[in-house]
């Protein structure tokens, strides 16, 4: 997911997710991809202040789905688990 920069219209993408990695495998890549902070390769880190209201709700949007994905994954496994008990 591409969101334009609001200073240089160049590209901004969500934070790197290497280090979530390590941090909670793939439930911290979907939580750390929903709140980290966009960043642009031009300008550095861009607050979300700074970009539109449509696009924050777009962003909204997008981080209800990350967190709707991480809480399925999550009972998901926990069906399998009461399953397998
Ligand atoms: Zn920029």
Avoid: D, K
């Avoid at 997911?1 to 390590?22: H, K, L």
């Avoid at 793939?26 to 550095?44: D, H, K, N, P, Q």
């Amino acid at each position: 997911m591409a969101y334009q920069c609001p200073r240089c219209n160049g590209e901004v993408t969500r934070g790197s997710s290497s280090s979530a990695w390590a941090l909670g495998g793939l439930v911290g890549v979907l939580l750390f991809s929903a709140f980290g902070s966009m960043r642009c390769e031009r300008c550095g880190p861009i607050p979300r202040s700074e970009f539109p209201p449509e696009v924050r709700t777009e962003m909204l949007i997008g981080t209800l789905a990350y967190v709707a994905v991480a809480a399925l994954l999550f009972i998901g496994v926990l069906y399998v688990l009461t399953l397998l008990h």
